[in-house]
């Protein structure tokens, strides 16, 4: 089953408005989690890197007034885009890193669908 | 500066047809190289992580091998149900893994 759950799967608004987009680990405590954005046909690009605890940071390039990240727990990350506009409509997605399962895994979410009319 | 090449980027084959994807990477420092799948609208799904050169794993018709510059994910009689992107990523030291664009694998009937 998902070790990684991501909510909501699909969410329309309208332009101006400000989306949640919640991210949690289900079996195992992760002080780091990934947000990524998917355009179609395109790999993910990483936008910020969440530190429980601590501020997130922020690739090159993306808004970090734009787009909050709070990880204030150790199985919780919330991405936050505030006043969406239709160039914010994209996929976005999740992860979080467990490594205590004697290997390295990076677990990743469901998946965001953001359409901003 | 850390890449992920894959190639090809897409691939069509007949059901049973048994093909490789190519996975180049320039990662300095590498702590594991890993494997993806993803189906569309979807997160993409872990399959393998490789440590180091000479390293194989396999699951049903996938077999993921690593050389000291590139990882091949093998796909042995491939079923429709196998059509999906297949994502390679590296990573060093501490940092977030650096994704390929991926291959878009399709298994005709």
Redesign the interface.
């Known amino acids: 089953g998902a070790v ?1 759950s ?1 909510h909501p799967s699909r969410v329309i608004c309208k332009s101006g408005t400000s989306v949640k987009i919640e991210c949690r680990s289900l079996d195992f405590q992760a002080t780091t989690m ?1 947000w990524y954005r998917q355009f179609p ?4 690009m ?1 936008m910020a ?1 969440s530190n429980e605890g601590s501020k997130a940071t922020y690739e090159q390039g993306v808004e970090k007034d734009k787009f909050l990240i709070n990880h204030a727990s150790l199985t919780l990350s919330t991405l936050t885009v505030t006043s969406a506009h239709p160039e914010d409509s994209s ?1 976005y ?1 999740c ?1 979080a890193r467990d490594t205590g399962r004697g ?9 965001t ?1 953001l359409s901003v009319l | 500066e850390d890449q992920v090449t894959q190639s090809p980027e897409a691939l069509r084959l007949q059901e049973g047809e048994s093909s490789s994807l190519n996975c180049s990477y320039t990662v300095s420092g590498l702590r594991g190289l890993f494997w993806y799948r993803q189906d569309p609208g979807k997160g993409p799904e872990f399959l393998f992580t490789l440590y180091s050169a000479g390293e194989e794993k396999e699951k049903e018709r996938l077999k993921a091998t690593l050389t000291k510059k590139e990882s091949f994910l093998h796909i042995t009689a491939p079923k429709p149900e196998d059509s999906a992107t297949y994502l390679c990523a590296g990573g060093s030291g501490n940092t977030p893994l650096v994704f390929g664009k991926g291959t878009r694998l399709s298994v005709i009937a």
């Not at chain 1, 046909?41 to 993910?44: D, F, P, V």
């Not at chain 1, 290997?103 to 998946?111: H, I, P, Q």
């Open positions: 990684v991501q990934f046909k395109q790999s993910l990483l890197t996929f997605i992860s290997e390295e895994k990076l677990f990743f979410g469901s998946g669908q």
